[in-house]
C-alpha cells in the first residue's frame, strides 16, 4: 500500500524555504520554522511578518502543536 511519495519532504523543504525566501529571521528545517528575535517586541513582529508570508502562500499552521516566545529550546 502506497502511503505517500517518497520525495515528499525534500520537495515541502524546497517550497518552505521559498516561502520564507528573503526573511533572515528563521530557519526552516522541513515543516518546523524557527524564528529568532532579541526581544519579544521584535518577536511579535516577526511572527507577524512570517504569518503574513504563510497566508500569502494558502499555509495554516497548528496553534497547539507551536511554541511561541520561548527563551531557548532544544532542536536537532
Not at 521559498?18 to 516577526?46: A, K, M, Q, R
Amino acid at each position: 500500500m502506497n502511503f505517500g511519495l517518497r520525495n515528499a519532504p525534500a520537495t515541502f523543504q524546497r517550497f518552505i524555504t521559498e516561502v520564507l525566501c528573503g526573511l533572515d529571521i528563521v530557519f526552516p528545517y522541513l515543516d518546523d520554522v524557527l524564528v529568532t528575535s532579541s526581544t519579544e517586541e521584535e518577536h511579535n513582529e516577526h511572527l507577524k511578518i512570517v504569518f503574513e508570508r504563510f497566508q500569502q502562500y494558502g499555509l495554516r499552521i497548528n496553534i497547539s502543536k507551536s511554541v511561541m516566545g520561548a527563551d531557548r529550546i532544544e532542536y536537532l
